[in-house]
């Protein structure tokens, strides 16, 4: 089947997982969105009703309009995210979009903290209804202990039961909402936006407010990010249902606060109030499972995230896992001990969810709004008529401008913390690839056609001592023209290198996720080849695996022979060996930096502490790699002034 195929398909299989794995966030925001708004407030009409209305509307506006009906139109070849977008546009728009794609990939990442200890937090607090003095932290971080230790093993399996927990979740709120509702269905008239207008310029304080009316749409991001696993078609048709239910759900937790103007909302939150006594432990049971499953799905959107900006080089290669042959599931053990380090800490913060609820929502709002300049670079792409292209652009950024100036509010209550570790991914990631584009300037090359000659004769030189029978080199050259001029010293020079054939490879990243196709360019027939792999952004590059493949291929076409060229072993057609060269560059010590250069470069060598070597990266045996050093000379010292001393000695020594 065809991405196309997919991404349009609808099933009924597909609306389940849909619901079960893109939802979770945003399905799960009932049980603090309310709650964070009017908490500590006396109740107000005002207040109670402009809630409701901001709600709807924010739902409306963010979530349906920009993600479910324009965002997911911007697929790469089936897949979606926020570098996905970036892969998709950066090809027809400047270098500056990489800057919204880093901005909001770092603050995506950091919201990754919030989300887990939030959600199930807010769920495991139900229990205080029947035991007030509990202390909730050790069973919130046992939880999320359990939720990553099992992350190495994969959720195919469990992944099964998203689906009917996630659908029973939205079935379950929204039968309440309607339950609570059918008291004072006189709450419908929020749909009036001017009730939510009202709020905002009526109520002291109201437009701060809009930071907690933000927490009902921080999951929207999933709904674009995730569509290269349930289809744009499903998403958007269960989307229908999901938002049929949190309306209900945040109708009926309205309807609840209506009957007590005047007063405060307890501990346990808006949403527990309205479930009836007989079903609370079952809301709380149901609940905690929507929150493992919420927090679930953003690990996996962080792993997927990370792997993407990998493929990108934003961020340093780390090791990555595939626990299951399900499409796009991966596992990066940096990433998953990290996160859950730190929302343990979050967890003992914190301690409670509405403390919580600070710290939520400032980073999805700076991510929310580098979409929309990726998204309109993309408009511009498809040609959209310019008019409108200002007009949707300048409507989300107002929207996006007003709910971060809002958030700003909670800054130091706790959203400092969310900002903070932010700007160090994005840091991070701005030095990686600093560093990167920086030592790739230095790279200098030769032309590989006018020194085949040499390699030939070098291969043929019995006085040499043969060093391979295949000599394999990774190149960043994208053409046979050239090579680096590093790679001709080390087979020339650094102790001339001597085999039968010398293989030349070069991966090229596809802006399509899941490319995966290569060239062999015949440079010298028995001699020389030059492989070109051409690797979607999301495919592991394990070059052990694809080069064997693709000398295979060339075997059985009869375009090589690869047998040992010792006339004992050859008569028994034994394979000759291969045996990869790989570089490691360090800073020499004969540099004269600029002040950014060196703190590019300091930045860049410290995270090359916490990256895999490049064997690991492209899956090379241990066995078979050697590794030589490189010195980066950034820029040459200048000539020192030194003076040669005659020397006193006449003539030489006869010896």
């Known amino acids: 089947m065809s991405s196309r195929t997919f991404i349009d398909r609808i099933s009924p299989q597909g609306l389940l997982v849909a619901i079960g794995i893109v939802f979770g966030d945003i399905g799960t925001s009932p049980l603090y969105t309310i709650s964070a708004v009017v908490r500590g407030k006396s109740l107000t009409e005002t207040l109670v009703l402009g809630t409701l209305s901001c709600i709807i509307w924010t739902l409306t506006l963010q979530t349906t309009i920009k993600y479910v009906i324009i965002t997911l139109r911007a697929d790469n070849n089936g897949e979606g995210g926020i570098f996905s977008l970036y892969a998709l546009v950066r090809r027809f728009s400047g270098k500056w979009l990489m800057v919204p794609a880093i901005v909001g990939g770092a603050f995506l990442l950091a919201d990754g903290l919030i989300t887990p200890p939030i959600s199930v937090s807010s769920a495991i607090e139900g229990l205080l209804i029947f035991y007030p003095t509990l202390n909730t932290v050790p069973i919130v971080i046992g939880i999320l202990i359990a939720l990553f230790v099992s992350q190495q093993f994969g959720t195919q399996q469990l992944g099964r039961l998203f689906g009917p927990v996630m659908l029973a979740w939205f079935t379950f709120i929204g039968a309440i909402g309607l339950y609570a509702l059918l008291s004072e269905p006189s709450v419908l008239k929020a749909i009036n936006p001017l009730y939510g207008l009202r709020f905002l310029r009526d109520y002291p304080g109201g437009f701060w407010l809009l930071g907690g009316i933000f927490l009902c749409t921080t999951g929207a991001e999933a709904l674009y990010s995730d569509m290269g696993h349930c289809g744009r078609g499903n998403i958007r048709v269960s989307w229908v249902y999901v938002k049929i239910t949190l309306l209900l759900s945040y109708a009926g937790q309205t309807a609840y606060l209506m009957q007590h103007l005047g007063q405060q909302i307890d501990d ?67 990433v998953n001990w990290g996160l859950m380090v730190g929302c343990i800490l979050i967890v003992l913060h914190f301690r409670e969810s509405k403390n919580m609820e600070a710290a939520f929502g400032l980073a999805v709002t700076l991510t929310m709004l580098m979409s929309t300049l990726l998204i309109s670079a993309y408009l511009r792409v498809k040609r959209i008529n310019t008019i409108l292209i200002v007009l949707i652009t300048g409507l989300f950024l107002t929207v996006e401008v007003t709910f971060l100036i809002a958030n700003l509010v909670k800054f130091e209550e706790g959203g400092w913390i969310s900002v903070t570790l932010g700007l160090l991914l994005m840091i991070m990631m701005v030095f990686w690839y600093q560093g990167e584009a920086l030592t790739s300037s230095l790279t200098r090359y030769d032309t590989l056609p006018g020194n085949l000659p040499a390699l030939k004769e070098l291969s043929n030189d019995l006085s040499i001592p043969k060093y391979a029978t295949h000599l394999v080199y990774l190149t960043s050259a994208d053409s046979y023209d050239k090579i680096e001029n590093e790679t001709l010293f080390s087979i020339l020079n650094r102790a001339p290198k001597r085999a039968d054939i010398y293989w030349f490879i070069h991966v090229c990243v596809e802006d399509t996720p899941y490319e995966m196709r290569y060239k062999v360019d015949t440079l010298a027939p028995e001699d020389a080849y030059f492989v070109t792999f051409y690797l979607g952004f999301r495919v592991e590059p394990r070059l052990n695996l694809l080069f064997r493949q693709v000398v295979q291929d060339m075997v059985d076409d009869k375009e090589v022979t690869i047998d040992v060229k010792y006339r004992s072993l050859n008569l028994h057609r034994i394979g000759g060996d291969f045996r990869f060269v790989l570089f490691r560059k360090f800073l020499s010590y004969d540099n004269e930096l600029t002040f950014r250069q060196k703190l590019i470069m300091t930045g860049y060598l410290l995270l090359k502490r916490i990256a895999l070597s490049t064997k690991e990266a492209y899956g090379l045996d241990t066995s078979n790699v050697v590794t030589e050093a490189i010195p980066l000379l950034i820029r040459a010292p200048k000539r020192l002034s030194m003076s040669r001393v005659p020397s006193k000695l006449k003539h030489p020594f006869k010896l």
Do not use: C
């Open 268 to 334: 346990t939150g808006a949403f527990y109030s309205t479930v009836p006594e007989s079903l609370k432990v079952f809301s709380i049971i149901i609940a905690t499972m929507a929150t493992i499953i919420a927090s679930q799905a953003l690990i996996s959107g962080a792993f997927t995230l990370v792997g993407e900006a990998m493929r990108l080089n934003f961020w340093p290669r780390q090791r990555v896992a595939y626990p299951s042959d399900e499409r796009g599931q991966l596992y990066v053990p940096f």
